[in-house]
Nanobody, 124 residues
């Protein structure tokens, strides 16, 4: 079983930066990808970014491309999401997940482990 713990959320102003971290442990958490998803109130969960544990290949949603940067540290079993130039529309609960498939990283049904989520609020 995989355990994921997110940290780093908070309240910031538009234009600020924030860095989220996800600590992974348990069995097979490096199966394929570490992904970040978010869910805003009243909206469906959406893909943000993903990274391959082995190759370091990265994938981004168009809405965050050029502003958000995903990374992982295999030695520490952690992943991070650096979020720059934050906008009010980035406000959501952010979840990290492991699993996924490289040819369709946005497919949340392919991820087998999820964290509890961390709130990010961006004020205008």
């Amino acid at each position: 079983q995989v355990q994921l713990v997110e940290s780093g959320g908070g309240l910031v102003q538009a234009g600020d930066s924030l860095r989220l971290s996800c600590a992974a442990s348990g069995r097979n958490f490096r199966a394929s990808l570490m992904g970040w998803f978010r869910q805003a109130p009243g909206k469906e969960r959406e893909f943000v970014a993903a990274i391959s544990w082995s190759l370091g290949s990265t994938y981004y949603a168009d809405s965050v491309k050029g502003r958000f940067f995903i990374s992982r540290d295999n030695a520490k079993n952690t992943g991070s999401l650096q979020m720059n130039s934050l906008k009010p529309e980035d406000t959501a609960v952010y979840y990290c997940a492991v699993g996924g498939v490289p040819y369709r990283p946005e497919d949340d049904a392919k991820y087998g482990g999820w964290g509890q989520g961390t709130q990010v609020t961006v004020s205008s």
